[in-house]
């Protein structure tokens, strides 16, 4: 019972440097979606994919960049990183975009916690 | 932009008192979800509502849901120290493309 999961569960990045979260998902959702979470603000969506090969922008996209090659995988680079980029980030998926208003429930990996120096 | 709003931020209670929080909304919805958030985890879902349902009740998980205020409420009856955790409501954007999380109500239970 994988579920999500993502990698890695810590990290340490410098100032400029770019890295790779990776989140997989064993579920043969169609949708997945990162959020990151930082304190007081809540949850708010960065990128979402409603398929292999489809991605959109969510709600703070800049400075992230995802694709999606295959249905199980879905990584969220950083390209330079900042400070303001430090936060907790969730991957999540669920079984199909037409769901969301449907109300499919979406199941969240453990996150990842990044700090920019 | 924030769809759900929870209320209080924070609650402390016994174990063994109820809790409520609250979430209210701007748009109208289809549905409306609350998640729980263990301290370091990821969230789990709870519960869904539907728009054209007023209460559903899961365990000791009661929630309801108001419309014409736009408004939904989550009651945990006889809360454990287990409970303790933080709660979030959540509802689709208007694209129905994406869950919109409130800021969380963050519930401790001292036993």
């Known amino acids: 019972n994988a579920g999500v999961t993502q990698t890695p569960k810590f990290q340490v990045l410098k100032t400029g440097q770019s890295m790779t979260l990776q989140c997989a998902q064993d579920?043969?959702?169609?949708?997945m979606s990162w959020y990151r979470q930082d304190p007081g603000m809540g949850l708010r969506l960065i990128h979402y994919?409603?398929?292999?090969?489809?991605?959109d922008q969510g709600e703070v996209p800049n400075g992230y960049n995802v694709s999606r090659s295959t249905t199980e995988d879905f990584p969220l680079r950083l390209l330079s990183a900042a400070p303001s980029q430090t936060s907790v980030y969730f991957c999540?998926?669920?079984?199909?975009?037409?769901?969301?208003?449907?109300?499919?429930?979406?199941?969240f990996g453990e996150g990842s916690w990044l700090t920019v120096v | 932009s924030q769809q759900g709003e929870e209320d209080p931020q924070a609650l402390s209670i016994q174990e063994g008192e109820n809790a409520t929080m609250n979430c209210s909304y701007k748009?109208?919805?289809?549905?409306l979800q609350w998640y729980r958030q263990n301290s370091g985890r990821g969230l789990v879902h709870l519960i869904l509502?539907?728009?054209?349902?007023r209460e559903k009740h899961s365990g000791r998980l009661r929630v309801t849901l108001d419309t014409s205020k736009k408004s939904s409420s989550l009651l945990i009856t006889a809360s454990r120290a287990a409970d303790t955790a933080s709660y979030f409501c959540?509802?689709?954007?208007?694209?129905?493309?994406?869950?919109?999380f409130g800021k969380g109500t963050t519930l401790s239970v001292s036993s």
């Open positions: 579920m043969n959702h169609e949708y």
């Open positions: 959540a509802t689709d954007n208007q694209a129905g493309t994406a869950l919109i």
């Open positions: 748009t109208s919805i289809n549905n």
């Open positions: 999540a998926s669920s079984t199909t975009y037409s769901g969301q208003r449907s109300g499919n429930t979406i199941y």
């Open positions: 509502i539907r728009s054209n349902e």
């Open positions: 994919s409603v398929g292999a090969g489809i991605t």
